[in-house]
């Protein structure tokens, strides 16, 4: 949504009042100014849009116990950490964020810190084995081609942006399903459960299940 920038005439009272809720809310002036007129003429912000988003992922994913979500309002980036089942039981954190431009509507940043050279040589080798099955079996469905990265204990993967336009229930749900199908997999795939045709049938049988794909 378009910004442009106005001039507006307040009473002090006003701005101070203002600029104390902002400080609260982790906000600038302009920008609760801009949520206070959006909310009293119903329009919906991207960064309300983002919010009830957010909040919708932390309500699904919260009863799993699987996946631990965590955001601050008026962020566009919320995270869920996972324990893996290994040696010291190293986290993993999923940091989604939602930027909508062009033809990705954001990205999201796996993180992952250990010491373990076998457990980063694991890691890394179930993340091109992920890439691979997504540009074999996503990326024709998206018409784009995914572009990864690995790089210091990152891996980014840009979530493309829905076909149609779709309720910020229906992205929460997609986003969520999909970091949950990866958590699985990757601790199925670390711990010797799956092996590498083991992630691609269940990758393949959920995306046939997708009412949205990212």
Same mark, same amino acid.
């Given at each position: 949504?378009?910004?442009?920038? @106005?001039?507006?005439?307040?009473?002090? $009272? !006003?701005?101070?009042?203002?600029?104390?809720?902002?400080?609260?809310? &982790?906000?600038?002036?302009?920008?609760?100014?801009?949520?206070?007129?959006?909310? @009293? !003429?119903?329009?919906?912000?991207?960064?309300?849009?983002?919010?009830?988003?957010?909040?919708?992922?932390?309500?699904?994913?919260?009863?799993?116990?699987?996946?631990?979500?965590?955001?601050?309002?008026?962020?566009?980036?919320?995270?869920?950490?996972?324990?893996?089942?290994?040696?010291?039981?190293?986290?993993? +954190?999923?940091? !989604?964020?939602?930027?909508?431009? &062009?033809? +990705?509507?954001?990205?999201?940043? /796996?993180?992952?810190?250990?010491? %373990?050279?076998?457990?980063? %040589?694991?890691?890394?080798?179930?993340?091109?084995?992920?890439?691979? !099955?997504?540009?074999?079996?996503?990326?024709?469905?998206? &018409?784009?081609?995914?572009?990864?990265?690995?790089?210091?204990?990152?891996?980014?993967?840009?979530?493309?942006?829905?076909?149609?336009? /779709?309720?910020?229930?229906?992205?929460?749900?997609?986003? %969520?399903?999909?970091?949950?199908?990866? $958590?699985?997999?990757? +601790? &199925?795939?670390?711990?010797?459960?799956?092996?590498?045709?083991?992630?691609?049938?269940?990758?393949?049988?959920?995306?046939?299940?997708?009412?949205?794909?990212?």
């Amino acid at each position: 949504m378009k910004k442009t920038l @106005y001039s507006l005439t307040l009473s002090e $009272d !006003v701005v101070r009042a203002v600029d104390a809720m902002a400080h609260q809310m &982790g906000m600038s002036r302009s920008g609760l100014v801009n949520q206070i007129l959006a909310d @009293y !003429v119903s329009v919906t912000t991207p960064e309300r849009h983002i919010n009830q988003v957010f909040q919708a992922i932390q309500a699904l994913v919260a009863p799993g116990r699987e996946l631990v979500p965590f955001f601050t309002p008026n962020s566009a980036t919320m995270s869920l950490k996972s324990s893996l089942m290994y040696k010291y039981r190293p986290t993993v +954190k999923y940091e !989604v964020e939602l930027t909508p431009e &062009g033809e +990705k509507l954001g990205e999201l940043t /796996v993180i992952f810190r250990t010491q %373990s050279e076998s457990l980063l %040589s694991a890691m890394a080798d179930f993340f091109r084995l992920w890439v691979r !099955v997504e540009n074999t079996y996503l990326a024709p469905e998206l &018409g784009v081609r995914l572009e990864c990265a690995l790089y210091d204990g990152k891996f980014v993967r840009p979530i493309a942006m829905p076909r149609r336009t /779709v309720s910020p229930e229906e992205l929460a749900e997609a986003i %969520s399903g999909y970091v949950q199908l990866f $958590d699985r997999l990757l +601790k &199925g795939r670390l711990s010797g459960e799956y092996g590498a045709s083991d992630v691609e049938r269940e990758y393949r049988q959920d995306l046939a299940r997708r009412a949205v794909l990212i």
